[in-house]
Every structure is written in C-alpha cells, then in structure tokens.
Nanobody, 121 residues
Framework: VQLQASGGGLVQPGGSLRLSCAAS????????TGWFRQAPGKEREGVSC????????SYDDSVKGRFTISSANAKKTVNLQMNSLKPEDTAVYYC???????????????WGKGTQVTVSS
C-alpha cells in the first residue's frame, strides 16, 4: 500500500487549499482514510477521516465547518478541502489509511509522507 499526499503550500489567513491523498495497493476499496497534522513542537493530531464503506466522515472540533473531506476517483483519492485557513492550521499534514473502514486514529497502518501547509500573511 502506498499513499501519496499533495497540495500543500503557503496561503494567507482566510485562504483555501485542497490536499489530495492518492492510495494504491489496497485489495478492497472499503478502507478508511484520514488526515492528521503536526505543528512544530506539538503532537500529531487527527483532523478528519472518511470511511470507504459508507462515506461517513468525522472532524476535529478545530476544523468543523471549515474543512471538508471527500473521496473521488473510485475512492482511490481522498481530498481535504480547507477553507478559512488560520495561522494555527500551519502544520505538516499526513494522510493515513487502514483496512478497517472505520478506524481513525494513530493506529492506522499506512502513512504517507507529509505535505507542509503554512498559513501566514
């Protein structure tokens, strides 16, 4: 299994970015995918997850109403649309996946390389 994250960059406060996570190597399309982030000096935290079985989603309170997770390309790509970005959203964002379609924590078995998101004026 391989996960390839893309879409990070520098954006001004209030701006938007879309992160994408392309997955390959899964035997089934019913796997769970999530986004996590780690800011300098802080622990990695969960941002959002989506189930490949029923499309159910979850969000951390800090991003509710601003971020939207979705799947595309026959569920092989998971996107994270980030709107109304704040400086505190600055972090390295990682996508992760698990064979369990409802797992959404650090126990997910597969992790991609991170992509940097910087929110600054």
């Amino acid at each position: 299994v391989q996960l390839q994250a893309s879409g990070g960059g520098l954006v001004q406060p209030g701006g938007s970015l879309r992160l994408s996570c392309a997955a390959s190597g899964f035997a089934s399309e019913h796997y769970g995918t999530g986004w996590f982030r780690q800011a300098p000096g802080k622990e990695r935290e969960g941002v959002s997850c989506i189930s490949g079985r029923d499309g159910s989603t979850s969000y951390d309170d800090s991003v509710k109403g601003r971020f939207t997770i979705s799947s595309a390309n026959a569920k092989k790509t998971v996107n994270l649309q980030m709107n109304s970005l704040k400086p505190e959203d600055t972090a390295v964002y990682y996508c992760a996946a698990a064979d369990d379609p409802y797992l959404c924590d650090y126990g997910m078995a597969y992790w991609g390389k991170g992509t940097q998101v910087t929110v600054s004026s």
